[in-house]
């Protein structure tokens, strides 16, 4: 009997331990300097994370690392602990991130997309809806003509747009380039 009363407790504890780290992710929301925070899931997008935590209505668009409206950036004083890269190429090594949106310049300016981004451990914190200054980055900063960025940003205002106002159009067309 004595057998059964140890062998109990510990398959219940066994049954509570969850099979991925969880690690909380501090999240500045743009309305207020205040830290959020948000418990992420090993091998989940940080996006998933701010969905799940109910309260949070984080921007997203395409969810596969090619446009800027998820982006963030990280704070002063975060740590380096996250992966930034599309599901299906995790296990590329150094090469991982290489598929995603985001030009090295943004990157070393501390901007990540959410849809493919990783906590890999603690002390991660972000604030949240950095598009207009990612695009910034990955655009104005890059060209050395004026009317080519003032170009890109207008046709970039008329794709949201169209997009907003034809979404099952657009809907479709996406999913024609890339499935």
Known sequence: MLKYLIIFPVFLV???VPSHRLWTVDLQLPETEELVP???VENTPL????ESHGELSPPFECRRGNCLNCAAKL???SS???DMYLGEFHDMGEDKDRHTFLCEEAKEKGFILTCCSYATGP???IAVD???EAYQVQYHERFKKKHRAAATAASAVLQT???EENTAEWLEMVENQFG
């Open 14 to 16: 066994g049954a509570f």
């Open 123 to 125: 002390g991660l914190k």
């Open 75 to 77: 704070l002063p004083g």
């Open 80 to 82: 380096q602990n996250f």
């Open 161 to 163: 747009v169209w997009a």
């Open 38 to 40: 948000v418990i992420a």
């Open 47 to 50: 996006l998933l994370a701010m």
């Open 130 to 132: 950095k598009s207009y």
